[in-house]
C-alpha cells in the first residue's frame, strides 16, 4: 500500500541499482545483488527507489531519529547514521532493515512469532485457527513457531463422525503445507514445529520427516525435559502424557528412554532433524517465564530457534559486528575496543526500542487495512484478533533480540584460535560485557521513558540470569529495582546468513566456513585470452577462479601478500596454514569445545542461541549422542547437529542408497549431440497456457525446456504440431542456445530461436536441474519423485512442476512399481500404466 506522501524521487532500474551497490562493496556481487533483491526500497511494479546500501541506512536513521524526538534526550539523525552507515557497528537484521520506512508495504518488522491458543484447544477450531494466524503472520513476512503439544494424542477418543484422533502428524503436514503456499519477495516463509518428548505422539513427531517429501515446508525440534535426559543418562523408563505433565493425565504411556534417545540421534545423524530444545533450561532461565500466569509462558521457538517466545509475542533482530571493534586487526598489536563496544551495545538497545514504537506503527496500518478490506467482519476476525494480540505484547513487554555477528572474523583478528580455550573465554567475556551493556541501556532506558508495563522486581528475584547480573554488577543491579528495564528480555544470537553477507564476515557466533573457495564462470571459448579450465557435458566452456572470505584476503593484504596473484592450489594451502583460520574453520572446530562454547556464552544471553555443529560425513551416530548429552550438561538452550551430506540425502529418498548397477542406466552419449529429436507435451500452469519440450535419444528423454504458450511473449506454436527437432547452436557471442524446429504442413522447415530465453530465470534453473538428472540417465520414475520433493517457493511454480512431471510420466514404462498407498484401498501395490499411478489391487488410478 502506497502512503500519500511521495517520500523518493529518483527511480532507478535493477541494472543501476545493482551497479552501484557492486562499487559500493568493491566488487562484492553476491553482496550487491542480496541487497538489491531483499532489501532495496521497492514498490509492487517493480521500481527501485534506492541505488546503494547509503540510501537504505539513510531512511532507517530518518525512522529511528523520528522515534527519539518523543523521549528526552534523544539521538539526531546523523549520530544514527553513523552508527549504522556501512554496515560497520551495528545492523537491523531483515524485516527492520527492509521495513523501517517503507511506505511501499503493509507488512511487520518482526522477524519473529510464536501463536498458539489460550487454554491450549485441541478441537478442529483452534487447529484451523492457528493454521490461519499463521499464513496471516507469514504474508507479512514474519517467521512463525508454535507447539503441537496441546493436540490429542493418535487414537484418543473424540465427539465427532472420526471417533477417534488422528494425531500430531497429519496436522504437521498441515502446517507445513500452508507454509509452502506462502510467498514473501521472492522466499518461502519459515515454520518451527515443536513438541514436548512427555507427548504421547512425540515418537511419530521425531520420525515425520524422515519420509520423503513429508514436512518440507517445516523445521522441528522436541522440547525435552530434565527428567527425560536423566532416565536416557541412568537408563531407565520414561512416563508420557496427555494433557503433557498432568498430575490428572487422561493417557499415560511409559517408554524406554534410551530408545527414544537413539532414534533422536539416529535421525538428527540421518537428516539433520529433529533440533533438540533443552525446554527446563529454557524455562528455568527465561525472565519473561516470571510473568507467565500473565500471558508470558514460553511455548515455542522461532524457526531459528534462537528466540524462544510465549503466544502471541514477537521479536525485531539485530546485530553488532564484533569484527569493527577490533584495533589493527590481523597485527601483533591488535587489541578489542571494549569501551567502545558497549558504549555502542547502550545505543543498540535504544535503537531497538524505537524500533518498537515503530513496529507499533506498523501494526496500526496492518490493522486499518483489514477494516478497509472489502471482507465481511466474520471472515477478518482471526486475523484483526491475532494482530490485536500481537500488538498489547508487543506494547506491553517491549521485548527486543540484540546479537552479534563476525564471531569468527573477531577472534581471527584478534590472533585467537576459534575453539581453543583462550577464543571460548575470550568470547564468554565479550558476551558478558555486551549483557551488561545492553541491560544497563535498557535500565537507563527506563529512567527516561518509563518501565515496561508489567515489571516486577520480585517476581524476578530468583530467575538465574538475573542474578548472574547481580553477581557481574551489584550497582546494575540495585539500578533496575529502582527504575525498572524498559524490555522484558534483550540478547539473542541469530543466524546473520544474508546479514553477514552484506557486513562480509562470518555469520553469528559461527567459524569462518572456509577462507578459501573456488566458483566457476561460464566464458565464451572463442575469446582468446579467456582460460577454459573445463568444458562441460552440454559443450559450455567455463573458467574456475579462487574467492578469498573477505577477512582472509585482509589478512593477506597485512601480511604483504598480492591479493591478485592467481595462486596454485599448493600455494593457497600454505597460506591458509600461515593465517590465523587454520585448524579454526567450521569443519576444524573441536565439537566438544564448541558445545562447552555454548553453554558457557549462554549463561549471558536471555534468549537462545542458533548454532550449528558441524561434522564430517563419517561420523558415528554415538558422537551425535555424546554431543547432545554434552550440549544438555553444559547449560545449552538447544542444540543442531549437520552432517555432511545427510540432507541433501533425505531430500532425495527415504530409502538407504542403493547401488545401481550402471548397465540399468540408459546409455547415453557423454556429449550432447547437435541435433535430438523432440516431444511436445502442453499444460496449464495457474491461467496460463504453456508448453514442453522434451529431446530424446532412442525414444527416452534426454533434456527439458518449458516456455509460454500462444503468448505475445511466449512460444508461438500451432496447435497441430506434437513433434520436431531441438538443434543446438551458438549466437554471435559463442554463447549456447537452443532452437526448435518443425515442419509445416506446406512441408517447410519453421525455427523457433532460442527455446532457453523462452523461460523465467527460475522455471529455467529448475530444467537445468532435470535435465541434467535426464542426461545421466536416472531412471524417469525416481525424476519424478525428485520433482516431487523440490521446495519451491510459489503456488505458480508448483503448477508448472506438476505438468513437468505429468510431462515426463508420458515415458514411465508400463508397471513400474510407484512408491505411497492407494487412496481407496491403503495396498501400496501402486504401478505407472500409460502415465498415471494404477493400483493393481482395486484398480483405482490417478493421473496428474
Not at 89 to 113: H, K, R
Request: aromatic content about 10%; glycine content about 6%; some cysteine.
Amino acid at each position: 500500500m502506497k502512503v500519500k506522501t511521495k517520500q523518493k524521487t529518483s527511480v532507478f532500474s535493477q541494472d543501476e541499482a545493482f551497479k552501484a551497490s557492486l562499487e559500493y562493496f568493491n566488487g562484492d556481487d553476491l553482496a550487491a545483488r542480496v541487497w538489491v533483491n531483499k532489501y532495496a526500497l521497492k514498490d509492487s511494479d517493480g521500481n527501485i527507489y534506492e541505488a546503494t546500501p547509503n540510501d537504505m541506512h539513510r531512511r532507517i536513521a530518518k525512522e529511528i531519529a523520528r522515534i527519539e524526538k518523543r523521549y528526552p534526550n534523544p539521538m539526531s539523525e546523523e549520530e544514527v547514521f553513523n552508527l549504522i552507515k556501512d554496515f560497520k557497528y551495528i545492523v537491523p537484521q531483515g524485516s527492520p532493515m527492509a521495513g523501517i520506512g517503507n511506505p511501499y508495504q503493509v507488512a511487520s518488522l518482526s522477524n519473529c512469532f510464536v501463536i498458539g491458543n489460550d487454554g491450549d484447544s485441541d478441537s478442529y477450531g483452534g487447529i484451523m485457527k492457528i493454521d490461519q494466524e499463521q499464513v496471516q503472520l507469514m504474508k507479512r513476512r514474519g517467521g512463525v513457531g508454535h507447539d503441537l503439544s496441546h493436540i490429542r494424542p493418535k487414537g484418543s477418543e473424540v465427539k465427532n463422525s472420526a471417533l477417534t484422533s488422528t494425531g500430531i502428524v497429519p496436522f504437521m503436514e498441515r502446517y507445513s503445507n500452508s507454509t509452502r503456499e506462502v510467498a514473501q519477495d521472492g522466499r518461502r516463509g519459515a515454520l518451527m514445529l515443536s513438541v514436548s518428548i512427555n507427548h504421547p505422539d512425540a515418537e511419530d513427531f521425531i520420525d515425520a520427516k524422515m519420509e520423503q517429501g513429508k514436512v518440507t515446508g517445516a523445521n522441528v525440534s522436541v522440547r525435552i525435559d530434565d527428567e527425560f535426559m536423566k532416565a536416557v543418562k541412568n537408563a531407565t523408563s520414561y512416563t508420557q502424557k496427555y494433557p503433557v505433565f498432568s498430575e490428572k493425565p487422561k493417557f499415560e504411556k511409559e517408554i524406554d528412554a534410551s530408545g527414544v534417545w537413539k532414534k533422536i540421534v539416529h535421525n538428527a545423524w540421518k537428516s539433520a532433524e529433529p533440533g533438540i530444545l533443552f525446554w527446563d533450561t529454557i524455562a528455568r532461565e527465561s525472565i519473561p517465564d516470571c510473568y507467565a500466569d500473565l500471558g508470558y509462558k514460553t511455548v515455542s521457538t522461532n524457526p531459528c530457534g534462537e528466540i524462544p517466545l510465549c503466544p502471541y509475542d514477537s521479536c525485531r533482530l539485530l546485530a553488532i559486528n564484533l569484527f569493527s571493534y577490533v584495533n589493527k586487526p590481523f597485527t601483533p598489536e591488535a587489541s578489542f575496543d571494549f569501551d567502545l563496544f558497549k558504549k555502542h551495545a547502550a545505543y543498540a538497545q535504544r535503537m531497538m526500542d524505537d524500533i518498537i514504537d515503530l513496529e507499533l506503527e506498523k501494526i496500526d496500518a496492518i490493522i486499518e487495512k483489514i477494516d478497509a478490506d472489502p471482507e465481511s467482519s466474520e471472515i477478518k476476525a482471526t486475523e484483526r484478533n491475532l494482530w490485536k494480540n500481537i500488538q498489547r505484547k508487543a506494547e506491553e513487554g517491549r521485548r527486543t533480540g540484540i546479537g552479534i555477528t563476525a564471531e569468527g572474523d573477531m577472534l581471527a583478528a584478534l590472533g585467537i584460535k576459534y575453539g581453543s580455550q583462550e577464543g571460548n573465554d575470550f568470547s564468554v567475556e565479550v558476551h558478558k560485557n555486551l549483557a551488561l551493556a545492553v541491560y544497563r541501556g535498557s535500565v537507563y532506558t527506563a529512567k527516561e521513558r518509563g518501565p515496561f508495563a508489567i515489571y516486577d522486581s520480585e517476581r524476578e528475584a530468583n530467575n538465574p540470569f538475573i542474578l548472574r547480573l547481580k553477581e557481574a554488577d551489584e550497582q546494575l543491579y540495585y539500578e533496575m529495582m529502582e527504575y525498572g528495564r524498559r524490555n522484558i528480555a534483550l540478547l539473542t544470537i541469530a543466524p546473520t546468513g544474508t546479514t553477514s553477507l552484506m557486513t562480509q564476515t562470518s555469520s553469528g557466533i559461527e567459524p569462518v566456513f572456509l577462507p578459501v573457495y573456488k566458483r566457476r564462470r561460464k566464458v565464451n571459448p572463442n575469446d582468446k585470452e579467456a582460460r577454459v579450465d573445463f568444458v562441460d557435458e552440454v559443450g559450455d566452456s567455463w573458467e574456475e577462479y579462487v574467492v578469498f572470505h573477505h577477512r582472509f584476503k585482509q589478512w593477506m593484504q597485512v601480511q604483504g601478500y598480492d591479493v591478485n596473484k592467481n595462486y596454485t592450489q599448493q600455494e593457497l594451502d600454505q597460506l591458509v596454514k600461515e593465517s590465523p583460520y587454520y585448524k579454526a574453520t567450521s569443519n576444524d572446530v573441536d565439537w566438544l569445545s564448541k558445545v562447552h562454547m555454548q553453554g558457557a556464552v549462554q549463561k549471558w544471553v536471555d534468549h537462545s542461541i542458533s548454532v550449528t555443529i558441524n561434522l564430517p560425513h563419517d561420523v558415528s551416530e554415538e558422537l551425535v549422542g555424546k554431543l547432545y548429552l554434552e550440549a544438555w550438561q553444559s547449560g545449552c538452550k538447544g542444540v543442531t547437529v549437520y552432517r555432511d551430506g545427510s540432507r541433501s540425502g533425505v531430500l532425495i529418498s527415504n530409502e538407504e542408497k542403493e547401488e545401481e548397477n550402471a548397465e540399468t542406466l540408459t546409455a547415453f552419449p557423454t556429449k550432447r549431440p547437435d541435433v535430438l529429436t523432440a516431444d511436445i507435451v502442453r499444460f496449464q500452469n495457474n491461467k496460463e497456457k504453456w508448453i514442453a519440450f522434451i529431446g530424446s535419444i532412442n525414444d527416452q528423454p534426454y533434456e527439458i525446456f518449458t516456455g509460454l504458450a500462444d503468448d505475445e511473449d511466449g512460444i508461438l506454436l500451432p496447435r497441430w504440431v506434437t513433434n520436431g527437432l531441438i538443434i543446438k547452436n551458438r549466437n554471435a557471442d559463442g554463447t549456447s542456445r537452443y532452437d526448435f524446429q518443425y515442419e509445416n504442413k506446406r512441408g517447410y522447415k519453421t525455427t523457433i530461436e532460442g527455446l532457453s530465453h523462452k523461460f523465467d530465470p527460475e522455471y529455467w534453473n529448475y530444467a537445468k536441474l532435470i535435465s541434467s538428472t535426464l542426461r545421466y540417465g536416472m531412471p524417469i520414475n525416481k525424476i519424478v519423485d525428485l520433482i516431487n520433493s523440490l521446495q519451491l517457493d510459489s503456488q505458480s511454480i508448483n503448477t508448472w512442476k506438476n505438468g513437468v512431471v505429468r510431462a515426463l510420466k508420458r515415458y514411465v514404462e508400463d508397471g513400474t512399481q510407484a512408491k505411497g498407498r492407494c487412496q481407496s484401498c491403503n495396498s501400496d501395490q501402486l504401478v505407472y500404466q500409460e502415465g498415471c499411478l494404477t493400483c493393481t489391487n482395486c484398480g483405482s488410478s490417478k493421473c496428474g
